[in-house]
């Protein structure tokens, strides 16, 4: 399978208030189960591959934490 988008998530400043999560469209964010420096439970990305860079997890984002790529077959 071809990764359409790629994302990274600034997991020590994210606050863990789930917006992305809610809004992706795949169903592919999800709460990592750790705590990162800040006490949150940041979000993780379970399925890179699924992933198609439309962005809308970025957009959601109120802290911004959240960069997508757009790969070559997007």
Do not use: S, W
């Amino acid at each position: 399978m071809t990764v359409k988008g790629r994302l990274t998530i600034e997991k020590e400043r994210c606050k863990g208030c789930r917006l992305c999560i809610h809004f992706c469209p795949k169903e592919i964010l999800e709460d990592c189960g750790e705590l990162n420096k800040l006490g949150y439970r940041p979000v993780h990305l379970k399925d890179q591959e699924a992933c198609t860079g439309c962005g809308i997890c970025a957009l959601m984002c109120p802290d911004m934490i959240i960069q997508v790529e757009r790969g070559k077959g997007a």
